[in-house]
């Protein structure tokens, strides 16, 4: 898999670049928010599996660089930085990063996260994961909960008419709990159905990501914690 780490910390970038090698990636270095979006232009080389960016960069913050990324391409973006806060971890979800990864980190877990969502992007995922592949029996009719509308085939989300952008991993969340309102979902079942991994550091993530939902739905109430146990979904009226 071809990878594109973004990082102006020379010293940083050539320890991750021989230990991701020796993983059988091939590393591009850019320095710059700039250099990254040159390599990342239609025509300009074979196409990323993965973009790691840093968001201390000399030229721009990595926040804008996400989101000219994503006006790009829609390569995974995995942030990894040392702004720990969850306001930076939702703010980079919600300009289309895939995961985010603080500073210092575990090589072992920037391995999980980076094959984790390199596998949700296989075409094979284009239908949607957690459920919401074509089963063959026709068109899956739209969920609707409340003022909510949830469009399976198009991987498409409103609230109230007005369509909500999600991520590719919001959307699987979303569904996952939406195919079955009031039922409680583990953290371990939602994380292996949406991450599909058994890695236990990725319940931070799950945590962020809940937060970026209530967030972008306008609906905190919609998802409810279930202390010691997981989330469920609770149908709202109308």
Same mark, same amino acid.
């Given at each position: ?16 670049? +021989? ?7 091939? @590393?591009?270095? +850019? ?5 990254? !979006?040159? +390599? ?6 074979? =196409?990323? *599996? ?11 913050? &990595?926040?804008?660089?996400? &989101? ?7 390569? =995974? ?15 980079? !979800?919600?300009? *289309? ?9 575990? $090589? ?12 949700? %992007? ?8 957690? *459920? ?9 009719? =739209? ?5 909510? $509308? ?11 008419? +007005? %369509? ?25 079942? @939602? ?5 599909? %991994? ?6 931070? $993530? !799950? ?14 109430? !919609?998802?409810? $914690?279930?202390?010691?146990? *997981?989330?469920?979904?609770?149908? =709202?009226?109308?």
């Amino acid at each position: 898999m071809r990878l594109l780490l973004v990082e102006d910390d020379n010293h940083v970038a050539a320890a991750l670049t +021989a230990v991701l090698s020796r993983h059988g990636f091939d @590393i591009t270095h +850019a320095r710059s928010g700039e250099e990254a !979006l040159k +390599a990342l232009l239609p025509g300009a080389g074979a =196409p990323f *599996g993965v973009v790691l960016l840093d968001l201390g960069l000399p030229d721009q913050d &990595g926040f804008e660089v996400c &989101g000219r990324i994503r006006k790009l391409t829609a390569t =995974p973006v995995i942030m990894v930085t040392a702004r720990s806060d969850v306001r930076s971890r939702i703010h980079g !979800l919600n300009l *289309g990063a895939d995961d985010y990864v603080v500073k210092p980190y575990d $090589t072992m877990e920037l391995l999980a996260r980076i094959h984790a969502v390199s596998r949700r %992007t296989l075409p094979s995922d284009s239908g949607g994961g957690a *459920g919401t592949e074509d089963s063959g029996e026709g068109p899956q009719p =739209p969920l609707r909960l409340g003022p909510v $509308t949830i469009e399976l085939p198009t991987r498409q989300v409103s609230v109230d008419g +007005a %369509t909500v952008s999600l991520t590719r991993k919001e959307f699987d969340l979303l569904a996952l709990l939406a195919q079955r309102p009031g039922v409680v979902f583990r953290r371990e079942q @939602i994380i292996s159905e949406v991450w599909r %991994t058994s890695w236990e550091g990725t319940g931070r $993530t !799950l945590e962020v990501h809940i937060a970026s939902l209530r967030s972008k739905l306008h609906m905190p109430a !919609l998802i409810e $914690t279930v202390r010691g146990v *997981g989330y469920r979904l609770v149908a =709202p009226a109308g």
